[in-house]
């Protein structure tokens, strides 16, 4: 190893011989088997797919050539990579303080940044699986193609969450949201073009390797430590100033482990089980119903698991809280819309469905309005009896937060279900859109006066729910 690292840069040598001594410190046998045995379950579960559907494949050829099908498969992942990097990754993006004593030049970080980035396990790990399962359906050199337009998808999402992480202020994180819009336009553009384009996928990874050289050279010019120039140093804490009701939402959802688990776990489920009843519509047959019956738990359940907390997360540090300029309408109006936001992402990964799976577009769009208007809004009721969470247990059958009144109040859910579904039974299947999509948006429009009778009830007993906080 000090042979290969021995033509490296001074500065550089010293990163990567760092890195390579966390990497075998924080190397795990434990973190090891249990990644070997899930990925033995992925290869014996897709062997045991691929051989029960053999048949049908060889009666039914594939819809697209080889050379369309590799990159269809490849940017596939794309949102699912970025909601997995949003949530677990955690990548250095600046030098810790004994690094800083160094000399190491901007550019040394930003190439070590770059290593550290395309050798990190979740760049590899979603390419492997299209790979290997493209290497069952297409050729050997088709599959290898498509675990590279995979990779190159993969660490371009992830250069973008370095430069978003390092950037100082809006007037570095404006032009690179729209980047990223403008890059995945282009991206599905580049390969629904392939339909006559053979080599859309060659194109694909000459077009994400300009972005990946657009973006190293993006970060490297960010603000950073200089000793000489006096430059302050770049740090990811703001002032009170710089911080939303909106932006708190976000971090505590991704920071806390007890909430981000609950919330991942739900989420995969619940769309997984979409989309396997999308395929398989025998319980609609069953039930008289004319719409999917996982369609809005799918697209609000994952809001429901966060909003029977409401306040639990704020109870770890109302002492402080209540000293900033936000009222408490502020914070559940502002909770509201997070809520919100979360069924919309749920319904934009369900979106697929409404294109290649024969959803209805009408259902989908009114499950998303009755989900935000009539599923999740009573929920913020909660806020008036939550109890104190513990933000970094494990999600795991832990009841730890709550309580009585919850529990008893969670059933409150029946009544917007037995509506939804009680609306398609016995109505039109028409009718019964206009009157799902009709309640949510009565619902979204009264949900201001909602939360401010919600916030006036939790101010005459915020002395009994602070009390309560303290002892727990």
């Known amino acids: 190893m000090s042979l290969s690292l021995s033509s490296l840069p001074p500065s550089l040598d010293v990163l990567v011989r760092l890195w390579l001594t966390q990497k075998r410190r924080d190397f795990s046998w434990r973190i090891f088997f249990v990644g070997a045995i899930l990925t033995l379950y992925f290869v014996v579960l897709v062997l045991v797919v691929f051989f029960a559907l053999q048949e049908q494949l060889k009666a039914h050829p594939l819809p697209l050539a080889p050379l369309v099908l590799a990159p269809l498969m490849a940017v596939s992942i794309i949102p699912a990579d970025m909601m997995m990097k949003l949530f677990w990754r955690r990548s250095p993006v600046e030098m810790d303080d004994y690094l800083r004593t160094r000399p190491v030049s901007p550019q040394a970080w930003g190439f070590f940044v770059l290593f550290d980035t395309m050798a990190g396990f979740m760049q590899w790990m979603l390419p492997l699986m299209v790979a290997f399962i493209a290497a069952l359906l297409l050729p050997l050199g088709v599959a290898l193609l498509a675990w590279l337009v995979a990779y190159s998808c993969t660490v371009i999402n992830a250069l973008f969450q370095n430069c978003w992480r390092r950037a100082p202020g809006n007037q570095w994180t404006l032009p690179l949201a729209f980047g990223y ?43 950073n430590h200089n000793e000489e120039l006096h430059a302050p140093v770049a740090s990811t804490a703001h002032p009170l100033g710089e911080v939303s009701l909106w932006s708190i939402e976000w971090v505590q959802l991704m920071r806390s482990k007890r909430l981000r688990v609950s919330f991942l776990t739900i989420a995969i489920l619940f769309l997984l089980n979409t989309y396997l009843q999308q395929m398989s519509p025998q319980m609609e047959h069953d039930f008289s119903l004319h719409v999917n019956p996982m369609l809005l738990f799918g697209i609000a359940f994952p809001s429901i698991i966060l909003a029977q907390w409401v306040l639990g997360v704020e109870a770890n540090f109302f002492s402080g809280i209540w000293t900033k300029p936000w009222p408490v309408e502020g914070i559940l109006r502002r909770k509201y819309v997070f809520f919100c936001a979360i069924c919309g992402g749920m319904a934009l990964l369900i979106l697929p469905a409404v294109a290649w799976m024969h959803l209805s577009f009408l259902a989908w769009l009114a499950a998303l309005l009755f989900g935000c208007g ?39 859910m029946f009544i917007p279900m037995g509506i939804y579904y009680a609306a398609y039974i016995l109505l039109p299947t028409m009718w019964a859109h206009l009157l799902i999509a009709g309640l949510g948006l009565l619902g979204l429009a009264l949900h201001r006066p909602y939360i401010h009778w919600i916030s006036n009830l939790w101010h005459k007993r915020r002395y009994e729910i602070m009390e309560r906080w303290l002892t727990e």
């Open 181 to 223: 819009l403008f890059w995945l336009v282009v991206s599905y553009a580049v390969t629904f073009a392939g339909i006559a384009l053979p080599a859309v996928g060659l194109s694909l990874v000459l077009v994400n390797l300009l972005v990946g050289v657009v973006l190293h050279r993006y970060f490297v010019r960010m603000k």
């Open 374 to 412: 009539v599923f999740v809004l009573p929920f913020m009721a909660t806020c008036l009896f939550s109890s104190r969470m513990d933000l970094f247990a494990s999600a795991f059958f832990n009841y730890q937060g709550g309580n009585k009144q919850i529990n008893i109040f969670s059933f409150i």
